[in-house]
């Protein structure tokens, strides 16, 4: 069976911590960096949707040999490429 322990030891636990290692809570109105991550993560999240949606029409219109694939449809695949990758690059900032 272990001893108890009796209150702190004295010595150097008893220290300080120093001002920018303690843990502060900011008070007022949010930070206005959440504000533009929430943004930029819906922003992605409809990008991605965006080209999901364009890959997906591409693969059926591959996969039934009598359709055509529509001409546009390589330009929307690019520009929803791209609207994600402009999408992720907000989120590091």
Known sequence: MRPRRRGAPSGSRSQTVP???????????????LATLAAAL???RDALGTLQSELDALLSALRN?????DPAA?????NAARAAGLAFDGLTR
């Not at 001002?19 to 960096?33: D, I, K, Q, W, Y």
């Not at 390589?74 to 690019?78: P, Q």
Request: proline fraction near 14%; charge should be positive.
């Open 65 to 69: 040999p009598g359709a055509g694939v």
């Open 42 to 44: 819906r922003q992605s």
């Open 74 to 78: 390589a330009e929307r695949l690019r």
């Open 19 to 33: 001002a920018r290692s303690r843990v502060t809570v900011r008070r007022g109105p949010p930070a206005p960096r």
